[in-house]
């Protein structure tokens, strides 16, 4: 994998120069995209040239964009046949913003169909058996096998925290609004969030912390032992015996190096506001592609139609009722994060799954993305399969630097276990 | 003027037939819309066409829709030159919505440059020398004018209440997500709230209920006096003389017909939101717009890059802090509105200002439109000039239909008055 602070900095000291950068990438694209299938399209050329020319703090990192995310110079399928010629006008924000801190776009990664369930064809870089997770299985994959340090996906349920956890590298969330949403296909207007993929925690709170203009860098930083809130017990899923055993694993070696480690258990308003999410999500995507809906029925996927179909069942009172559920939940979850720093819970509930017929669930997630709090995955445990398990850490609304500060922490912890 | 429910009605028992409607409305363009100017495009012929083949409750409606939502057959320039060519790839959700109730856009309506400020071609039909208010230039004069009965606008600041209140309408902007915002071109995602025009405030509740989906319909209904709550003194600015002297006569006049009005002094907390308000705006909007200020910073307008500019200058911090002061604001909304059905302040400092240079202020608007609170703009009273002069209902979150009986309450008492 690359390191997009590692990178950044050699690239600056002129230890590393563009062309042996984009020759690395060459290489491991040629190796490997065969077999993984990461991107939508790539053009390791034009980012080349891109990279020669940029300046910023992000100056000639290689950025995967999930294809979901507008980029005015190349077409944007969001995953969709319908889309299948589809070119916007401009960037989406946060891709101008990228490449305006110096970021060069390396290509558009594969997104489920409409960031929803229906899979592409990308597989796991660590496994070529599993599935990458999704919807942003591109993105994920691609940091995995060293496409690119750095690449942008979006998180309705779980589509960051998730395929980061699958393939075994960092994904971060940041709080509801805090990257510029504009520009972004919507699924779901009250849920979809923007969220960075990176090696490592440090790499994604650099990277992250640009793009969303604030200070979120924490490399050099001695992370002190945070006060962790231990979800248990799993109020919406079993885990896997394998996930059980490594977060026990997890909070002893967390507790031996001096962190605080609460179980809470979850108030009854989050097993309300679990239903509530989906609530939400299907009423607003059966809204927000009402325009594909009617344009190309039999261009969409059997999974989503039915959910569509859901959606368009649920009455406006529901969704009222379910937003009603959300805020209520969202006060209660202000409450509890006085007491802990973050939150701790599997990011999934075992690693990826066989097969690339499901990317996997994203039960362990979808609570925290209708609260609007940054999620994180910290990468470093395996299971005895060898494959990767996530640990998430959950922040409370604005708290995204102490959340990747104790994540940072955390995966320090997981690197010595 | 056309009401939407008249026509509906004579549509559907047949004592009107789709080409007397686009007769009439064909007539009225062409007498009105020279001097108007009130559309960026419109196709009769096309809308007619449509109308004959619908089915559904706005069936053979025509709509005029705001060119700042897309349209998936026409180009859409979000009022910019910098888009002047652009032509997306589907409509907009509440586009796709209104199409399948049966409405027939019968063309795309000015907006002021990306909704901000720099206005439009657009004159008050009311008096061709007076400004129709903005962003939603054209859908307010478009339906003043008679060219459409229903329209579809956005307010970030003001933009649905002021132009309805300029041009002498009912424009009514409902709680923020009930209407879906994909495919709306975004100057701020945390403000930007779809809203919809029409003749008077049974009409507006009707269009609007059948785009949300929701029992919003109050025609037919006995409204009773509501409770409402008097805003003064002006926390945000003063009005003019002839509208404090208005909105005594209407308070004096709701009196006597029987409703309870409490004079309301809004909170300390309303200042700050006020000034939260500007700081979310312009920093959302710099972000927003990144790509077009990135790719053709010298065709944005001097009024629209002086507020960029103020926005790329507030900080991370600042922003979430302006948020957090949002929030504290809803809360002490939420307990305001427990004690009155709706709040009534002026919808503007007055009536329309002479000229087209500025679309007026949105001073009476903002702190509701960060609220996400349902407003209302009702029609009916006029100055010494004969000029429009809007009434404003402020409504709690969720409480769109009692904000709408309400005011069609309030606008009987106009035009008894």
Redesign the interface.
Known sequence: MLSALDLARRLESGTLTVDALYDEIDGAIAAREPEVRAFVQHDVANARAAAGRARGPLAGLPLGVKDNIDT?DRITTYGSP??AE?RP?????V???A??AGAAVLGKTVTTEFAFFQPGPTRNPRNLDHTPGGSSSGSAAGVSAGFFPLALGTQTGGSVVRPAAFCGIAGFKPTF??L????V??FS??LDTLGVFAAGVADVAFGAGIL????WRIDGEVATPPRIGLVEPQPFAEADPDMEAAQERVRQSAERAGASVTRIALPPIFREAFAAHQTIQDY?AT?????????APDRISPVLRETLEAGAAI???AY?AA??TAASARRAFADLMTTVDVLMTPSAPGAAPLGLASTGSSVFNRVWTLMGAPALNVPGLVNDAGLPLGMQAVGAI?ADRKTLLAGRWLEERLRDM
């Open positions: 005015g319908i889309h589809t006008a401009v960037d989406a924000a891709v101008a913003l490449r305006r609004g805090r510029p949403i504009a520009g296909k919507y207007w009250s969303a203009g604030r200070d607003e809204r927000a592609l009402a325009a594909e809906t009617d344009l009455s406006g009172e009222d937003q009603e604005g």
